[in-house]
Structures are given as C-alpha cells and as structure tokens.
C-alpha cells in the first residue's frame, strides 16, 4: 500500500517534479490461517464478499477443503485459479493465464488478490498483481520456507524470461502477508533444507542468538519441520524465535534499501560465486545447496585472511555438514570461480562486495581479493573438505521435478469437489481442458514430459540471479 506525496515547481526550462510515496505493508504471524475461529484472513475479505485466490496445487490438494470450508464458514465466496509453477513455468504464459482469471474474476480496483504457495507462485501472481491495471492489491500466504523466511518478506516479484531468471518482474509490496508456519509440516524435507540455508546466512552474518539457535536444535528443526510435525514443543518454541528473528533481520536490513540501489549487501553472503556454480553441474543444484557452498568457501576465505576466528569457522561448517547443505562439489574449481567472479563485478558496479560473517554474527565485505587469494583459499577448503562427512557433499542437493517442472506431491490424491465455496455451481473453466471445475496453469506440454519422465533437470540454459 503506498501513498504518495509531490509537489510540482515551474523551472526555467520546464518543470521539476519531486515526490515521496510511503510504503506500508504488515506480516502477521498466525498458525492456522484457515481455521475457521482465526478471523484475521477472513477480515481482510469482508468488505468485498469473495475473494480470487492464486494458489499452488500441491497446497489445494492438502488444504483445499479446509481452506473453502473456511471461507464458506465466513460467507465469503471463494473462487481458485490452482498453478503448477515449477521454475520452468516462472513464465510469461503462467503470468497471463493468472491474469486472465483476474479478468474473468471481474477484480475490482483495490480489490486483493489472495496469493497461496512458494516462492514461484508469490513471485509469478504478485507480478501479475504489479502489471495489472498497473497496480493490484495482494495479500499473500507463503507455505515453503523460502517463501516465508525469504521471498515473502521482500517486495520483489518477477518471471524468468529470454534464459535469464527474474528478468522482467517489479517491487510490489503486498498489502498484507500471513506467516502461518503450519504449512510446513507438509513440505518434503529436502525443501526444508533449502530454506534452511537462508536462516544460516541471515543468522550468521546478522544475528547470534538465531544462529546459536540454529546450531542447538539443526537435525530436530529439520526432521519436526520447524517444529510443525510431530509434538516437541521446546523445538516450535526454538522455530518460532528463530523465524521471527530471521525475518525481523531481513527486514531491519532491506527495507531502507528496498529497490535495490545499495550494492552492499549483508543478505547477499552466499550469493557471490553461486550464481554460476547453481547452475554449473549437469543437474543444477538448489539454490540454498549452492548458496551454502558459496557460504563455507566465503567463511574459509574470511578464516585465511583472519576475520573469522578457527573455532568459528569450524561452527560454520559442521553446521551445513550436519544439516545436509552443500559445503563443495568437484564442479567448484578455479576456473569457475574466476568465471563466477567475472560475472558478479558486473552486477556489483565493478566491486566484489563479498559478504562474510566477521565476527560470527556481523559481516563485512571484500573487495580486495585477488585471484591467487582465491584460488589459495579455494585449495585450503577443498582439503578441509575432507574432513567432514560425504566429503562436504549435500543430501538431496540437486534440484528435482518439483523444482524444475511441477511434482503433485504423492500423498495426496487429486481434488474431486468443485471449488465455489457457498455451495455455488462453478463458472465455466477457462482452461481448456480443464475437468473439474478448478482452474490450473503452469504445466506446458514440455513440463508435462518433464514430470512425467521424472527427469530431473530443467534448467540447464537459464542463467540464475542474485
Ligand atoms: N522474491 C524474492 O525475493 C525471492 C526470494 C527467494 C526466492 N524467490 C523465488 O522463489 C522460488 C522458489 O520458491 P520455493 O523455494 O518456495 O519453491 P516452490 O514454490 O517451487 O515450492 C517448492 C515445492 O514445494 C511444494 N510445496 C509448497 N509448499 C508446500 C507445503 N506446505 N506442503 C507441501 N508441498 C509444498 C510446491 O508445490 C513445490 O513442488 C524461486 O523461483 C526463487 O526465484 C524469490
Ligand atoms: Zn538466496
């Protein structure tokens, strides 16, 4: 939600205009978003009587019926376009399809769009809601980890287009965000991990108490999904600190640069060299798997010039290897890394501005490496390496279907109900082909194969993005 203020003053030549827009928008922590006695959501609905929601399938096909039960309970007609975004359909065509059941909808200026899911359908829906009539109101309900510890808490939204990821895309803040971390109790570990990778650079760069957190509880919080599967309320209470801190950092530390045009950037450590080395290995990587390499090779480099204490660093490190990240891989090497390099002084405005944690708990950037600095620490690290389980090799570091293309999660079975809450028959699809009722987009007949054929890369041509 913005307001802007301006004036306008005549000049010699012509006109000179001068404005600021106030920025505001709120997160609400609230597990249990569609239990019908949390009015929070629904409240957001009243005004207008329905709401459009966007949504991931794997999500409706857990929570759907809770969730229209939900809005029935709380006479508000729901209608719901379903995605099956994998990172291939972050897509222009994905885009429009969501916009064409904006259309169909018939959405009312100021009227939110309520957005469901990861990272891909928050990113894809919440730049439809940017491009539409040029500005859309959205709220959104993040359900991965990314999505809540990550790409909820910033502004950006975007598509991949022309090879490159996120290149057409804008900074839409959503009017509102409900941070419901139940969601997570459902969301397979290997994605757990991921996201586990971002609280380990926020924390280890920007907050202790989160990191010490982190490194107490690592195995419990990523078997009990933070806490959410299973009962061990000591571990939630940790989860709940740590989540709250973590997204409490990132906004302390990004709102003030919120497009973008400060280059230095504490929650950028691990996104220096990963950009390239993602995407490098015949299968790319995740993203927290390759962030997290970038990470323990930043810490061995910030070890070596001595910014970061020896029993620091070790901390780091056995923590990824304890959690399953990514510490190396044989595709890391120095030729890779001067690549990588190359590529991120672009971006940087011409410096390497490479976070690392110094001390643990504060950062500070680099900018005077040189390559044989690099290289020397880059053989320094791959001999630690073996020291530590799987030689610093990640579990499930690869990207899969899920990722790349779209999985429906095995647990759970296809939605046979229609998706009008209030009991009213559903609108013709707008889907062609679509059977029942509910609206899907995402799947093209190329990531149709792609999750059919459980190949399990995507990806190999677009070019990742800091
Ligand atoms: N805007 C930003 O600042 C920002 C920041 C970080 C990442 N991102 C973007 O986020 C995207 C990645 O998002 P993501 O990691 O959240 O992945 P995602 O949205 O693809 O979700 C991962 C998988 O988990 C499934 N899933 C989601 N929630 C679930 C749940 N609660 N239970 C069971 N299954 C669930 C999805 O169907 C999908 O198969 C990338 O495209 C990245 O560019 C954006
Ligand atoms: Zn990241």
Same mark, same amino acid.
């Given at each position: 939600?913005?307001?802007?203020?301006?004036? =306008?003053?005549?000049?010699?030549?012509?006109?000179?205009?001068?404005?600021?827009?106030?920025?505001?928008?709120?997160?609400?922590?609230?597990?249990?978003?569609?239990? $019908?006695?949390?009015?929070?959501?629904?409240? +957001?609905?009243?005004?207008?009587?329905?709401?459009? #929601? *966007?949504?991931?399938?794997?999500?409706?096909?857990?929570?759907?019926?809770?969730?229209?039960?939900?809005?029935?309970?709380?006479? =508000?007609? +729901?209608?719901?376009?379903?995605?099956?975004?994998?990172?291939?359909?972050?897509?222009?065509?994905?885009?429009?399809?969501?916009?064409?059941?904006?259309?169909?909808?018939?959405? *009312?200026?100021?009227?939110?769009?309520?957005?469901?899911?990861?990272?891909?359908?928050?990113?894809?829906?919440?730049?439809?809601?940017?491009?539409?009539?040029?500005?859309?109101?959205?709220?959104?309900?993040?359900?991965?980890?990314?999505?809540?510890?990550?790409?909820?808490?910033?502004?950006?939204?975007?598509?991949? /287009?022309?090879?490159?990821?996120?290149?057409?895309?804008?900074?839409?803040?959503?009017?509102? $965000? *409900?941070?419901?971390?139940?969601?997570?109790?459902?969301?397979?570990? #290997?994605?757990?991990?991921?996201?586990?990778? !971002?609280?380990?650079?926020?924390?280890?760069?920007?907050?202790?108490?989160?990191?010490?957190?982190?490194?107490?509880?690592?195995?419990?919080? *990523?078997?009990?999904?933070?806490?959410?599967?299973?009962?061990?309320?000591?571990?939630?209470?940790?989860?709940? @600190?740590?989540?709250?801190?973590?997204?409490?950092?990132?906004?302390?530390?990004?709102?003030?640069?919120?497009? @973008?045009?400060?280059?230095?950037?504490?929650?950028?450590?691990?996104?220096?060299? %990963?950009?390239?080395? !993602?995407? $490098?290995?015949?299968?790319?990587?995740?993203?927290?798997?390759?962030?997290?390499?970038?990470?323990?090779?930043?810490?061995?480099?910030?070890?070596?010039?001595?910014?970061?204490?020896?029993? &620091?660093?070790?901390?780091?490190?056995?923590?990824? %290897?304890?959690?399953?990240? %990514?510490?190396?891989?044989?595709?890391?090497?120095?030729?890779?890394?001067?690549?990588?390099?190359?590529?991120?002084?672009?971006?940087?405005?011409?410096?390497?501005?490479?976070?690392?944690?110094?001390?643990?708990?504060?950062?500070?950037? +680099?900018?005077?490496?040189?390559? @044989? @600095?690099?290289?020397?620490?880059?053989?320094?690290?791959?001999?630690?390496?073996?020291?530590?389980?799987?030689?610093?090799?990640?579990?499930?570091? /690869?990207?899969?279907?899920?990722?790349?293309? /779209?999985?429906?999660?095995?647990? =759970? !079975?296809?939605? $046979?109900? &229609?998706?009008?809450?209030?009991?009213?028959?559903?609108?013709?699809?707008?889907?062609?082909?679509?059977?029942?009722?509910?609206?899907?987009?995402?799947?093209?007949?190329?990531?149709?194969?792609? #999750?059919?054929?459980?190949?399990?890369?995507?990806?190999?041509?677009?070019?990742?993005?800091?």
């Amino acid at each position: 939600m913005s307001d802007l203020k301006a004036t =306008v003053i005549e000049t010699t030549s012509g006109f000179h205009v001068e404005g600021y827009e106030k920025i505001e928008y709120d997160f609400t922590f609230l597990d249990g978003v569609f239990e $019908t006695q949390n009015r929070q959501l629904a409240q +957001l609905y009243e005004r207008w009587g329905r709401c459009l #929601a *966007i949504m991931d399938k794997n999500i409706f096909d857990i929570y759907g019926s809770k969730m229209q039960e939900y809005f029935k309970y709380h006479n =508000v007609e +729901l209608k719901i376009h379903q995605t099956m975004i994998g990172e291939k359909a972050k897509s222009l065509e994905t885009f429009t399809q969501i916009v064409d059941s904006m259309t169909d909808f018939g959405i *009312i200026r100021k009227e939110p769009v309520l957005v469901v899911g990861g990272g891909l359908v928050t990113d894809v829906a919440g730049f439809a809601c940017a491009a539409y009539r040029r500005n859309t109101n959205y709220i959104r309900i993040p359900t991965t980890v990314i999505g809540l510890i990550d790409a909820s808490v910033s502004i950006k939204v975007a598509v991949n /287009y022309g090879n490159y990821k996120n290149r057409l895309g804008a900074y839409h803040a959503p009017m509102h $965000t *409900i941070l419901d971390f139940g969601f997570l109790r459902t969301l397979p570990e #290997a994605q757990v991990r991921n996201g586990f990778a !971002e609280l380990i650079k926020i924390s280890s760069c920007a907050h202790l108490p989160t990191f010490n957190l982190l490194d107490k509880y690592c195995e419990q919080l *990523i078997s009990t999904k933070f806490g959410r599967a299973g009962d061990n309320a000591e571990v939630k209470q940790a989860a709940d @600190e740590i989540n709250r801190n973590g997204i409490f950092e990132m906004l302390k530390l990004e709102t003030p640069n919120l497009h @973008e045009i400060g280059l230095d950037r504490v929650i950028a450590y691990g996104h220096t060299w %990963s950009p390239l080395h !993602e995407l $490098t290995p015949p299968t790319p990587l995740r993203h927290g798997h390759a962030i997290s390499i970038d990470m323990a090779y930043s810490a061995t480099l910030a070890n070596i010039r001595g910014l970061l204490s020896d029993e &620091e660093h070790r901390r780091i490190l056995k923590l990824f %290897s304890r959690c399953g990240l %990514s510490m190396d891989h044989e595709l890391f090497n120095e030729d890779i890394l001067a690549k990588a390099t190359a590529a991120i002084l672009k971006t940087r405005d011409g410096l390497l501005r490479a976070a690392v944690p110094s001390p643990l708990g504060s950062c500070k950037f +680099l900018n005077d490496v040189t390559d @044989e @600095e690099m290289a020397a620490a880059l053989r320094r690290h791959k001999a630690l390496m073996q020291e530590y389980p799987r030689n610093g090799a990640g579990i499930e570091a /690869y990207v899969d279907a899920s990722d790349t293309g /779209y999985t429906v999660n095995a647990a =759970v !079975e296809e939605p $046979t109900k &229609e998706v009008e809450a209030n009991g009213q028959k559903p609108t013709e699809p707008v889907v062609a082909g679509a059977k029942d009722g509910v609206l899907r987009t995402g799947l093209t007949s190329e990531l149709k194969d792609l #999750a059919a054929n459980g190949h399990s890369n995507g990806l190999p041509t677009v070019q990742a993005q800091t």
